[in-house]
Antibody, heavy 121, light 113 residues
C-alpha cells in the first residue's frame, strides 16, 4: 500500500523560507519512471502544480515560482523535500505531495492528505 | 506553459442525469510516439485531497465507477458522468502532464439540482 504524508510548519512569517517534507512508503523513488510532485491549493481556490522530482533526480518546476523553489529527494529516508524561499501571505495554501508512477504516464494517482501552511506575521 | 481551461465553472444536474465537463488545452497534449493524450481528470471533495479518476484522457483508474468516462484528443477533452449520484458532488479538475510545468484547469463544481 502506497502512502504519502506531508509535514512542516503550520505558520510561517513573511520573508522566511518554508521547508516541507513528504515522507512516503510502499514504493521506492529509485524505481525507473517514478516521480513525486508537490501541488498547492489556496483556501477556496484551484490546484496549482509546483514541482516534480523523478527517480533519476531530474527536477521540474513551476515557471512562475522557479526562482523560489527547490525540490530534493533522500532515497534512504523515503522523503522528498520542497523549499520555498521569500514566502508571502499569497503562499498561504494546503500543500500536497503526490506519487506519479510510470503506469499512468505521470498522472498522480496517490496523494497525501495535505498540510495547511499559513503565512502571517 | 500549456494553459488548460475548463467549462463550465459550475453546473447543477438532477440525480440520475448526465453531467458533462469540458477541458481545452492551449496546445496538443497528444504524444505522437505512443498515440496517448497526457490529460488526467481528478475529483476533489471538501476537505479531501484530489482523487485520480481518468488518465491518458480515457483510461479509468482502478476502482472508479464506470459512470465516469473521459473522451477527446489533442486539445479538446470531456469528462462525462453518465448518471449523477449524490456522492459525485465535488469539484473536478483536468490536468495536462504532457510537458512541465504540468498545469491544472480552474475546476468545475458539480452540484445536485
Amino acid at each position: 500500500q502506497i502512502t504519502l504524508k506531508e509535514s512542516g510548519p503550520t505558520l510561517v512569517e513573511p520573508t522566511q523560507t518554508l521547508t516541507l517534507t513528504c515522507t512516503f512508503s510502499g514504493f521506492s523513488i529509485s524505481t525507473s519512471g517514478v516521480g513525486v510532485g508537490w501541488i498547492r491549493q489556496p483556501p477556496g481556490k484551484a490546484l496549482e502544480w509546483l514541482a516534480l522530482i523523478y527517480w533519476d533526480d531530474d527536477k521540474r518546476y513551476s515557471s512562475s515560482l522557479k526562482s523560489r523553489l527547490t525540490i530534493t529527494k533522500d532515497t534512504s529516508k523515503n522523503q522528498v523535500v520542497l523549499t520555498l524561499t521569500n514566502i508571502d501571505p499569497v503562499d498561504t495554501a494546503t500543500y500536497y505531495c503526490a506519487y506519479s508512477p510510470s503506469g499512468t504516464g505521470g498522472a498522480s494517482d496517490i496523494w497525501g492528505q495535505g498540510t495547511l501552511v499559513t503565512v502571517s506575521s | 506553459d500549456i494553459v488548460v481551461n475548463q467549462s463550465p465553472d459550475s453546473l447543477a444536474v438532477s440525480l440520475g442525469e448526465r453531467a458533462t465537463i469540458n477541458c481545452k488545452s492551449s496546445q496538443s497534449v497528444l504524444y505522437s510516439s505512443n498515440n496517448k493524450d497526457y490529460l488526467a481528470w481528478y475529483q476533489q471533495k471538501p476537505g479531501q485531497p484530489p482523487k485520480l479518476l481518468i488518465y491518458w484522457a480515457s483510461t479509468r483508474e482502478s476502482g472508479v465507477p464506470d459512470r465516469f468516462s473521459g473522451s477527446g484528443s489533442e486539445t479538446d477533452f470531456t469528462l462525462t458522468i453518465s448518471s449523477l449520484q449524490a456522492e459525485d458532488v465535488a469539484v473536478y479538475y483536468c490536468q495536462q502532464y504532457y510537458s512541465t510545468p504540468w498545469t491544472f484547469g480552474q475546476g468545475t463544481r458539480v452540484e445536485i439540482k
